[in-house]
């Protein structure tokens, strides 16, 4: 009876930002696909648009802003709110007519969910990253109801979230086994946006790999923000194999119980810390035929300095003595994350971190220009590097990496 209401619906996600954004909106496409509505790519022929995006960098949030803005004609909405509209809060009939949906989802929705509800009064749907399994059933009473809904609410995510089958890419799965970051490094908005880190459980986590065996997918990658963080109680956790019966359950103890499994062929993770990556970890990675012997391992900054400032919880000295042995135990390649321009960031700090992408030679690196997020330990601090030396020190190290990859 749903699949059929649903039928004729159309929904189309736009996804921004990183990894775990995109792993977010394919398991939400999943979703509304499992209740017979069909993905498009043009947001004119959508009754809903969903944008997920990430709230990590400022630019991602400008743009998104005014694409939300450009949506306003396709909304139905051909009229502000009056202030009487406005003092009215949820549940209010916002116009008469089948308006589409127009809906911002994910960390931006954290981050600036409430203003924009607000402001954008052709915005009706404004859900926080633990609430994106309730989307769906949102949609359904918005049209039934005309009404608008926000829902910021900053809880762990229910399994149901991750139970569709649906994967972007065929033979290849992302599987998130934890949400969230208590890390907080002062420039980062993720605790913020996505709250402290929660982690799923070790037998959901393998049962969504073991339901995409059956699917045929034989390449894994275990999402996180910081994976060497995962350290849970495993309470009971069941497994065809003796050794999975362990108290707790670390990151490369989860690893271990991924490669065990029969039709995983290849498996990488994305992304581990350096302040908590191990030897044991690069062990495992050598002994394995499964685990890729590729590191993404962000270092930031080369300066000792700033660091401390960025609250890393690691030096320069320990990021090279780790990278040494990643490369003595496991020989395999290593990509990383740089900020430049970082509050205070002086020539000399800038030449540390030079000397690091010199140094280490990565195989590929995604460099950024630091822009301070609402909220965050970094923004109390004077964003003093003029915006023509982050460009510039942006600019040395692209051509840098782009040698260095053409090499
Ligand atoms: S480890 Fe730091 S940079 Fe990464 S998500 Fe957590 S707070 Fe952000």
């Given amino acids: 009876m749903e699949n059929k209401l649903n039928s004729k619906r159309k929904v189309c996600i736009k996804t921004f930002g990183c990894q775990m954004n995109v792993r977010d909106s394919e398991a939400l496409l999943g979703l509304f696909l499992a209740k017979g509505y069909k993905s498009v790519d043009n947001p004119k022929d959508a009754d809903a648009i969903l944008l997920n995006t990430c709230a990590v960098r400022a630019h991602a949030e400008h743009r998104v802003r005014s694409i939300l ?31 589409k949906i127009i809906g911002l989802v994910g960390c931006m929705a954290a981050n ?43 809880k762990e995510r229910e399994e149901i979230f991750y139970s569709a089958s649906y994967r972007i890419k065929p033979g290849y799965a992302q599987v998130v086994i934890s949400t969230g970051c208590s890390n907080y490094c002062s420039y980062c908005v993720v605790p913020n946006v996505r709250g402290g880190l929660r982690l799923r459980k070790p037998k959901d986590i393998i049962s969504e790999v073991k339901r995409n065996v059956s699917l045929g997918i034989k390449k894994i990658t275990l999402l996180g923000q910081n994976v060497n963080d995962y350290r849970i109680e495993s309470c009971g956790f069941a497994s065809d194999s003796k050794s999975h019966r362990l108290k707790t359950v670390n990151f490369v103890d989860l690893l271990k119980m991924v490669e065990e499994l029969d039709g995983v062929e290849e498996i990488d993770f994305l992304t581990p810390h350096p302040k908590n990556t191990t030897k044991e970890l690069f062990k495992l990675m050598a002994e394995s035929k499964k685990i890729k012997k590729y590191l993404h391992l962000p270092f930031q900054a080369g300066s000792d300095r700033i660091l401390r400032l960025m609250h890393r919880g690691y030096t320069k000295k320990e990021y090279l003595a780790l990278v040494d042995d990643y490369k003595t135990i496991v020989g395999g390649t290593i990509g990383t994350d740089i900020i430049v321009g970082f509050p205070t960031e002086t020539e000399e700090d800038f030449l540390h971190t030079k000397d690091i992408l010199e140094k280490l030679r990565f195989m590929g690196a995604y460099i950024f220009k630091y822009s301070p997020r ?4 970094a923004q109390k601090l004077k964003d003093d590097v003029p915006q023509r030396i982050k460009e510039k020190r942006h600019a040395v190290l692209l051509e840098l990496q782009k040698k260095i990859s053409n090499a």
């Fill in 374 to 377: 609402p909220g965050t330990h």
């Fill in 112 to 154: 600036s969910g409430k203003e924009i509800f607000e402001r954008m009064p052709h915005v009706n749907l404004i859900v926080s990253p633990a609430k994106l399994h309730k989307i769906p059933a949102y949609i359904e009473k918005i049209k039934k109801e005309n009404i608008r809904i926000i829902d910021l609410e900053d």
């Fill in 69 to 99: 803005g450009s949506y306003k004609k396709l909304s139905g909405v051909r009229r502000q709110l009056s202030d009487g509209d406005k003092k009215r809060t949820e549940g209010r009939n916002l116009k008469p007519g089948n308006c």
